[in-house]
């Protein structure tokens, strides 16, 4: 948005096409594109973006009633099952947009409380017997060392 606003400012302060894409980095025809447009009033990507559906489209897309019908059915339904029945119904994209679209509309569980997890153990590791054990063959290899 902010390209746009300055290809408009600079436009409008009379400088010439090929010296603006020069200028801001863009092509003459982007610079004639922005020309034709309205004027910027906001500078809000995230909704403009939206708005204008700017982007490629999402392969996964056409496919969000389906994974609404199966998570409304079974929420806790694994990811890689949706994919699975996604494939079934017809669908031809990768499983990235499929499970980004999954975590989109998957209902989302709150973490347990701390006061319900149970306090964890720790167990020592007792280290002294192999000590000991590594101790008494090395005085047994002295023992040996000394009457031969």
């Not at 569980?109 to 007792?126: D, E, F, V």
């Amino acid at each position: 948005m902010l390209k746009r606003h300055a290809i408009q400012v600079l436009r409008a302060a009379g400088h010439g096409q090929s010296e603006i894409a020069t200028l801001t980095d863009v092509s003459v025809r982007s610079v004639r594109r922005v020309e034709a447009e309205p004027d910027v009033s906001h500078v809000d990507d995230t909704s403009e973006r939206d708005r204008r559906r700017i982007g490629r489209p999402s392969l996964a897309e056409p496919f969000r009633p389906c994974v609404v019908e199966l998570l409304a059915h079974d929420p806790a339904l694994l990811s890689v099952e949706i994919f699975r029945r996604a494939k079934l119904v017809g669908y031809a994209g990768g499983k990235s947009a499929l499970y980004d679209l999954i975590q989109a509309i998957r209902p989302k569980t709150p973490p347990p409380s701390c006061a319900s997890k149970a306090p964890r153990r720790i167990h020592a590791t007792r280290f002294w017997p192999s000590r000991c054990a590594a101790r008494a063959s090395r005085s047994r290899r002295k023992a040996s060392a000394r009457t031969a």
